[in-house]
T-cell receptor, first 114, second 112 residues
Framework: DAGVTQSPTHLIKTRGQQVTLRCSPK?????VSWYQQALGQGPQFIFQ???????QRGNFPDRFSGHQFPNYSSELNVNALLLGDSALYLC?????????????FGSGTRLTVV | SQQGEEDPQALSIQEGENATMNCSYK?????LQWYRQNSGRGLVHLIL?????REKHSGRLRVTLDTSKKSSSLLITASRAADTASYFC????????????FGKGTSLLVTP
């Protein structure tokens, strides 16, 4: 049973460019959350998608947007990249009723903005 | 903002010893979770303790929760070199909706 799959693994982009990161949730999970983890820090919540809608958003600018598809997979888009967007981007999936079961994380996408 | 704060920031022990990490948080929670991260890759869920629970065990892991002090501890018994990783506590806070709030983590080094 595959866990959470993220692609690509690594990515180098130039400041001002746009990037799309992809996530396939664990089988049976319908909720996808995205987190940003800067070097030496804990993950920060970006947003969560459920039923193809953004259900909750963290303290991130509108340059960060997302999408969830009918098969529950998800994309994270970041426009007008800044050097400060360099980080590990983590996707986490959960079943709807995940309140007491924890999240399954992917291995992440390492984004470097130069 | 990061609600959870782990202590110590770094811990170095020898194989066979026990490792204890602490987490403090600021607001009321539904549950508290511990995750492990190897070499800056994905997080692995270790254990979840609900706000009405005081202690929980899973294999060599023991987690305690003291909601009156807003703190939790993770004990890893008989540590192995493979336990070398960063450990994060994450709170599912009452007023945070679906977001998990992570601390900055404790970096654990277990030497043979």
């Amino acid at each position: 049973d595959a866990g959470v799959t993220q692609s690509p693994t690594h990515l180098i982009k130039t400041r001002g460019q746009q990037v799309t990161l992809r996530c396939s949730p664990k089988s049976g999970h319908d909720t996808v959350s995205w987190y940003q983890q800067a070097l030496g820090q804990g993950p920060q919540f970006i947003f969560q998608y459920y039923e193809e809608e953004e259900r909750q958003r963290g303290n991130f600018p509108d340059r960060f947007s997302g999408h969830q598809f009918p098969n529950y997979s998800s994309e994270l888009n970041v426009n007008a990249l800044l050097l400060g967007d360099s980080a590990l981007y983590l996707c986490a999936s959960s079943p709807t009723t995940a309140a007491n079961y924890g999240y399954t994380f992917g291995s992440g996408t390492r984004l470097t903005v130069v | 903002s990061q609600q959870g704060e782990e202590d110590p920031q770094a811990l170095s022990i020898q194989e066979g010893e026990n490792a204890t990490m602490n987490c403090s948080y600021k607001t009321s929670i539904n549950n508290l979770q511990w995750y492990r991260q190897n070499s800056g890759r994905g997080l692995v869920h270790l254990i979840l303790i609900r706000s009405n629970e005081r202690e929980k065990h899973s294999g060599r892991l023991r987690v305690t929760l003291d909601t009156s002090k807003k703190s939790s501890s993770l004990l890893i018994t008989a540590s192995r070199a493979a336990d070398t990783a960063s450990y994060f506590c994450a709170t599912d806070a009452v007023n945070s909706g679906y977001a998990l709030n992570f601390g900055k983590g404790t970096s654990l080094l277990v030497t043979p």
